[in-house]
Each structure stands twice: as structure tokens, then as C-alpha cells.
């Protein structure tokens, strides 16, 4: 064991002097949760996750998508389960979990989950004609009467098994300059599979950089989680915006190219 100790040694200088997100080192961000190691969540909604010294959540309007995003609650446990009460085998993508139902079927994954937050954001809203999505054929689902939980639900479920992120990503307009980035945006790469990941949280400093946190569900249907940073660990779960073509995620990789906004 004791001639294991410089390798490791040297491991860990490597890792803490290589930068994963191209312009920052990492050591460069004073953060104070820099990816807590509990299975017990300390944070009751996403509002409350600690920012990097320096650091300012963008200022949002109270009936905002952004706001209403920030206000969602957070599980006490970190676990991941799939819609079949069953643990997701991968455990190491989550910081921790938002307190929204997966439901008990294969339904709501991971382009599901981002047209649930916003319906959710729409039905608390009163917005209800603004609830409509497409699928890939362009075939519309418009929310009706009676606006009930159980008719949304019900409607929900319909639109999960009609919907995806083929038909998601034509209903969503490009973010031209990946610098814009705004809470609820979406990452999303359409396709059968594809996948999306909605910017639940951004946070702003002085100088005007900026940071970012994704959440997700996943395959087969799964809670929605916040991502970690696989990239920059001290940063996680946050994420800079910085120069980099590639966004790494825990379990897929985007482009600055496929940013999307309602």
C-alpha cells in the first residue's frame, strides 16, 4: 500500500492542474459545496444550492419560467429511481434530485421531463393554452378542460408516449450565442433515442462570466436530477460557460450548437 501513495499523488496534482472546461483551471473557483459526499440531500429546493464565491443568481421576474424553476423542491435522498421503484444501476451522475414524481411507467425520460417542468410551470401559471407540444409529425396536443391534476396527468402520460426529442427540438428555437444562456433553456440532440437536459439554474459574476446547472431524466424513466460537473468537480454541479464546443455531462455529451429556449 505504501508504494501506491506517489502514484496517487501524482494523479491527483495531474488531475487538480488539467482544466476540464478549457478556460479555467479549476482550482480557480472558491466553492462551498464542491459536490458534497451524502446520501442525504442538506438543500430543500434548488434555490438554496451554494454558488462559487463571487458569484450572483441572475435576477429573474417572479412569475418567471427561471424563477419557478428555482423555487422546485429537492428529496432529502440522493438515490436515482427508476419508475419501477428500482435503484438506476448508475449512481454517480446525480447531485441530487428534484421532488417531482417519475410516475409508475416507462414514460417520462429524458425529453419527457423537460416538457414537464414546463408544462408544470404553465398549469401553475393558469397558462393553460400555452400547454401544447408536437410530435414528428407535427400533430399538435393542446391541455383542454377540465384543468385538473388528474386530466394534466392524464394528458401528461399522453404526451410522453406521443413526444420526444425529435419532435421537441423543431418546437424549440436555437439560443444563437451560447453566452445568453438562461434558466430553462435546453440542451437537447433529437433522434430516436436523443436526449435533452433543461438549464435549471445560471448564475452571473462581476465581470460578467457565467455558470450554469443541468438537470435530467434519463432511460428507462427515472427521477429528474441535477447533473454533477464531470469536467470540473470543484465547480460541480455548476458549469462554466466558457469557449469549449463540448458540454460533457455524466451521461452524454452536447454541443454550444444544440442550446434551445421556448
Avoid at 31 to 40: C, K, L, Q, R
Avoid at 57 to 82: A, H, M, P, Q
Wanted: proline share 5%.
Amino acid at each position: 500500500m505504501e508504494k501506491k501513495a506517489p502514484i496517487i499523488l501524482l494523479t491527483l496534482l495531474i488531475t487538480a492542474c488539467s482544466s476540464g472546461t478549457g478556460s479555467s483551471p479549476e482550482n480557480n473557483f472558491n466553492h462551498p459545496v464542491a459536490g458534497f459526499n451524502s446520501d442525504e440531500n442538506p438543500y430543500r429546493q434548488i434555490s438554496q444550492i451554494p454558488l462559487p464565491v463571487g458569484y450572483e443568481r441572475t435576477i429573474t421576474d417572479s412569475n418567471s419560467f427561471s424563477t419557478y424553476l428555482r423555487k422546485i423542491g429537492l428529496k432529502k435522498n440522493s438515490t436515482v429511481y427508476l419508475y419501477n421503484g428500482r435503484p438506476k444501476q448508475n449512481q454517480s451522475a446525480q447531485f441530487a434530485l428534484l421532488d417531482i414524481s417519475v410516475g409508475d411507467k416507462d414514460l417520462q425520460q429524458c425529453a419527457d421531463a423537460v416538457m414537464r417542468l414546463r408544462a408544470e410551470y404553465l398549469f401553475a401559471q393558469k397558462q393553460f393554452n400555452q400547454i401544447i407540444f408536437f410530435d414528428n409529425d407535427k400533430t399538435a396536443y393542446q391541455f383542454s378542460a377540465p384543468y385538473t391534476r388528474d386530466h394534466f396527468s392524464n394528458y401528461l402520460n399522453r404526451v410522453f408516449g406521443m413526444c420526444g426529442s425529435a419532435s421537441l427540438t423543431k418546437q424549440l428555437n436555437t439560443v444563437n450565442n451560447f453566452k445568453d444562456i438562461q434558466s430553462g433553456d435546453v440542451m437537447i440532440r433529437g433522434g430516436f433515442p436523443g436526449h435533452a437536459v433543461i438549464v435549471i439554474d445560471v448564475a452571473e459574476n462581476s465581470s460578467g462570466n457565467k455558470i450554469y446547472m443541468l438537470a435530467q431524466s434519463y432511460m428507462p424513466a427515472q427521477d429528474i436530477h441535477i447533473l454533477k460537473n464531470p469536467a470540473n468537480k470543484n465547480l460541480s454541479p455548476w458549469y462554466e460557460v466558457n469557449d469549449e464546443f463540448i458540454i460533457e455531462t455524466p451521461e452524454y455529451s452536447f454541443t454550444r450548437n444544440e442550446l434551445k429556449r421556448w
